[in-house]
């Protein structure tokens, strides 16, 4: 059985309380175990009353809390955490059967949200997980003890191959890990992806041979879906270095769909474009260590975009954290997946990226890099100062005098 872990809330917000490990032979009578086996029956018999001559099969767990929300009218609430197993027969072993089975037209049923889910081993047997993985990425890059550093291109719709190459070499100058397209930047006569990919690994090339700093580059791939495993299997043959989809757009089974593939051989990096529909409110859709977190590492995903706790859109810290163990965490099954805090990000938020992701995550920085009064060469040189001196245990507020760009870019963000 896979066992889904939602919230129900009768009346009111709340938040959520983790659910007992075991489950329950019986329980006393209340509206959350009617709520549950109602839930139960109509994802598995499908039918809004009781069909008494019909088999149920399920399992049950409540956890019921009550309390007060303090507004101008004291009302007493009820919020409880619901666990549902299901038998594994009652669904196909893919992520959209898995979703319809256990939040489908549940999720147009009032405030429910879907939390967890927990997979055994019989079905996590049928995905692959990440092809590549944190580990085979750092490989790539010959870097192993710090947090890799990314940039995303800005300012590029509506600009030539040109203008992005010139941003391009700027940015691996300053010796940034990897460069990534803007998820607004599709297929376009000014931009064409094919060219793209060749023009930008030619740039690569030309600065690793100057500097010796390898530096990888993530092209967006889009249009409609035929098109984009199209598109994927192109960048591939093309030598792409890493291909970035708009998941939500388009469906976590896409994730699926490349991954498994066997013409398409790059590391894919999900960003999270459309994904806060689902998961911003905390009494409806689904938890982002799911949606983003869980689900992208089962589906295929080597890198997932998140907006980070600090920034311009920033997300709960909570969630945040939750959703990057889910990447990076043990599992024999998958390989760990990168987990990139994104939006909003300076060299002075460094510290607090480090200190609550560590080194298995990436600092991407679009604003914090070209924002540099001295241009994004300087923006890309002051990240790499600020890592390399909270991972050495420095001050990072207190750059060394050989670190001028660090200092400047402390003073224009602080």
């Known amino acids: ?26 329980w006393p009578i209340s509206k959350s175990r009617k709520k549950a086996e109602s839930i ?50 009652n669904f196909s072993p893919d992520i959209p059967a898995i979703l319809t089975t256990v939040f489908g037209k549940l999720s147009l049923d009032g405030k429910i949200r879907l939390l967890d889910l927990e997979f055994p081993n019989d079905l996590k047997k049928h995905f692959s997980g990440p092809q590549f ?30 203008f992005l190459s010139n941003q391009l070499r700027n940015l691996a100058l300053g010796g940034v890990d990897i460069v990534k397209d803007d998820e607004i930047l599709f297929e376009n006569s000014f931009t064409p992806f094919e060219q793209r990919i060749t023009v930008m690994k030619r740039t690569l090339q030309e600065a690793y041979e100057q500097t010796g700093h390898r530096t990888l580059y993530s092209v967006n791939i889009s249009g409609k ?37 066997p013409f398409v051989r790059v590391p894919i990096m999900v960003h999270p474009a459309v994904s806060g529909a689902m998961t911003s409110s905390n009494e409806y859709g689904i938890s982002p260590s799911l949606l983003l977190g869980k689900l992208l590492r089962i589906a295929g995903a080597d890198f997932v975009l998140f907006a980070s706790p600090y920034g311009s859109v920033a997300m709960d810290r909570s969630d945040a954290l939750k959703l990057h163990q889910e990447l990076i965490g043990e599992d024999p099954y998958f390989k760990k997946c990168f987990s990139v805090p994104s939006a909003g990000i300076h060299p002075g938020l460094t510290e607090k990226i480090m200190n609550d992701f560590g080194k298995d995550s990436i600092i991407n920085a679009g604003g914090g890099v070209f924002g540099h009064p001295e241009g994004p060469t300087k923006g890309v040189i002051a990240f790499r100062q600020a890592i390399d001196n909270v991972s050495f245990g420095r001050s990072l507020f207190h750059p060394s005098k050989h670190q001028n760009e660090l200092k400047v870019a402390l003073q224009t963000w602080q």
């Open 133 to 162: 993985g944190l580990e085979n990425i750092r490989q790539k890059l010959n870097v192993h003890d710090r947090p890799l550093l990314m940039a995303i291109f800005k300012g590029v719709i509506g600009r030539d191959l040109t």
């Open 1 to 26: 059985m896979t066992t889904t872990i939602l919230t129900y809330s009768k009346g009111g917000s709340y938040r959520y309380v983790l659910p007992y490990s075991h489950v329950f032979s019986s």
């Open 225 to 261: 879906t035929n098109e984009v495993i199209e598109r994927a299997r192109l960048a591939s043959d093309l030598g792409a270095d890493i291909i970035l989809l708009n998941a939500f757009s388009y469906g976590i089974d896409l994730v699926q769909t490349l991954r498994e593939d």
């Open 40 to 89: 139960a029956l109509g994802l598995t018999v499908g039918s809004w009353t009781d069909l008494p001559h019909l088999e149920k099969n399920y399992c049950l767990n409540i956890e019921e809390k009550s309390f007060l929300l303090k507004n101008l009218i004291r009302k007493q609430r009820t919020k409880a955490s619901i666990k549902i197993a299901y038998p594994l027969l």
